[in-house]
């Protein structure tokens, strides 16, 4: 059994209602990661329907006329930021930083898209599995404070608070 030595904690949050109540947000500008809940035609309920990751502010990638073409079929948007807990892995202008992002970016996308119900829009990385044995942690904060939820909000309900990825295999704690 292959060794996990890339463990990965993620502090996200939101929910934002728009991209202008995130870009308000104090300390926004040091997210690198980035998920966009909603409903799509015919879907019951909203879940989450894209992860993605950028150099810039979250808000900021949001308004590229090319993500608001991809976002343009979501109902009932929402915005969650996320920076990962360890400051330096948040800075993907190095190789390092892309690379540990795009890591945690693939296992979420890969996740997501296996569960039965999920309807994502993301195109890239829907097949692939992570290089390397990793594990992700979400901590989920408010949108305006730093304070930690209890509870996690019921549209995340599909994105467990930890995944590892070992072997081929997906394992979710929730």
């Given at each position: 059994m292959s060794e996990i030595k890339d463990v990965y904690v993620i502090d996200w949050m939101g929910p934002y209602n728009s991209l202008d109540e995130m870009y308000e947000r104090e300390g926004i500008d040091t997210c690198c990661i980035y998920l966009i809940t909603g409903r799509l035609p015919y879907d019951r309920r909203p879940?989450?329907?894209?992860?993605?990751?950028?150099?810039?502010?979250?808000s900021k990638?949001?308004?590229?006329?090319?993500?608001q073409e991809k976002?343009?079929?979501?109902?009932?948007k929402q915005f969650w930021a996320g920076r990962f807990s360890v400051s330096r892995y948040n800075n993907l202008d190095t190789p390092f930083g892309r690379c540990r992002a795009e890591t945690v970016e693939t296992l979420l996308i890969r996740y997501l898209t296996n569960?039965?119900?999920?309807?994502?829009?993301?195109?890239?990385?829907?097949?692939?599995?992570?290089?390397?044995?990793?594990?992700?942690?979400?901590?989920?904060?408010?949108?305006?404070?730093?304070?930690?939820?209890?509870?996690?909000?019921?549209?995340?309900?599909?994105?467990?608070d930890t995944l590892m990825y070992v072997e081929n295999f997906t394992h979710a704690i929730k």
């Open positions: 879940s989450i329907k894209y992860v993605g990751i950028t150099k810039r502010s979250p990638r949001l308004k590229d006329k090319d993500h976002q343009k079929d979501i109902k009932e569960m039965p119900s999920a309807r994502m829009i993301n195109e890239k990385k829907r097949y692939q599995n992570p290089r390397k044995p990793i594990a992700v942690i979400s901590r989920w904060k408010k949108k305006l404070a730093d304070d930690q939820r209890y509870n996690k909000p019921s549209i995340l309900s599909n994105l467990p």
